[in-house]
């Protein structure tokens, strides 16, 4: 299944949201940006021969950072994949699509939705139970939000699980990086859910489980 979603510009964080409402409304802060009604449009032009490789070399510095380098090309339709989206998860290779990648910003943006988000999520995580259990620990109005933008059916497990892999990789986007005591403090609390499953996940939980998709992908990329 190839797995995509709009990556859109987002005002810097200065502090990791504590709690999922408070990412909850950074996530839609970034979905209701100027550009975002470009971003939506179904149909977009492909982009030039120079445009692919100037978001090629936008990308250098952070595919030499995680290890991994993505696809990049003018389009989805050049792969049959016909999405309003800037990239995918194809054939188990993160894939930019150019036009979408309108500025630099946007196309590091994709790479981390893509390469994190998806991709790194896809490899963590293989049990459908865990998607699940995220599920049941969103908020609702979130939840509402999630499926109304991405047109899912909430009484299927298989789109609960689809939303919360959009809803992580929307996260990623976002780089957000934690502290060592942040860090510190979700592994403990990873701990304490092995013996009480029932604590609830909230935005630290979160950020450390793409921490974790990020230390997956470099890892599996330095074989």
């Known amino acids: 299944?190839?797995?995509?979603?709009?990556?859109?510009?987002?005002?810097?964080?200065d502090l990791l949201p504590t709690n999922i409402e408070a990412i909850k409304k950074a996530f839609i802060q970034i979905h209701q940006?100027?550009?975002?009604?470009?971003?939506?449009?179904?149909?977009?032009?492909?982009?030039?021969?120079?445009?692919?490789?100037q978001v090629?070399?936008?990308?250098?510095?952070?595919?030499?950072?995680?290890?991994?380098?993505?696809?990049v090309i003018a389009t989805s339709s050049k792969v049959n994949t016909y999405v309003a989206a800037?990239?995918?998860v194809i054939g188990n290779e993160p894939?930019?699509?150019?036009?979408?990648?309108?500025?630099?910003?946007l196309a590091l943006d994709a790479f981390e939705y893509v390469a994190v988000g998806l991709l790194g999520i896809q490899r963590?995580?293989?049990d459908s139970k865990v998607f699940l259990r995220i599920f049941e620990d969103i908020d609702p109005d979130t939840r509402e939000y999630m499926a109304k933008r991405n047109e899912l059916d909430l009484t299927k497990p298989t789109?609960?699980?689809?939303?919360?892999?959009?809803?992580?990789?929307?996260?990623?986007?976002?780089?957000?990086?934690?502290?060592?005591?942040?860090?510190?403090?979700a592994w403990q609390r990873q701990m304490v859910r092995l013996v009480y499953p029932k604590l609830k996940m909230n935005?630290?939980?979160?950020?450390?489980?793409?921490?974790?998709?990020?230390?997956?992908?470099?890892?599996?990329h330095k074989k």
Request: positive net charge.
């Open 33 to 53: 940006s100027p550009i975002d009604a470009a971003n939506d449009q179904l149909i977009r032009p492909p982009a030039s021969p120079e445009h692919v490789l």
């Open 56 to 71: 090629k070399d936008w990308l250098q510095d952070l595919e030499r950072e995680l290890g991994i380098k993505a696809k």
């Open 159 to 185: 789109q609960q699980e689809l939303l919360v892999k959009l809803y992580l990789a929307g996260l990623a986007s976002l780089n957000i990086k934690l502290t060592w005591l942040e860090r510190r403090e």
């Open 1 to 13: 299944m190839n797995v995509a979603l709009n990556v859109h510009e987002q005002a810097p964080l």
């Open 124 to 126: 963590l995580i293989k």
């Open 203 to 220: 935005s630290l939980d979160l950020h450390y489980l793409l921490l974790k998709a990020r230390r997956k992908i470099r890892k599996d």
């Open 86 to 88: 800037p990239a995918a």
């Open 95 to 105: 894939v930019i699509f150019a036009n979408y990648a309108d500025n630099q910003k």
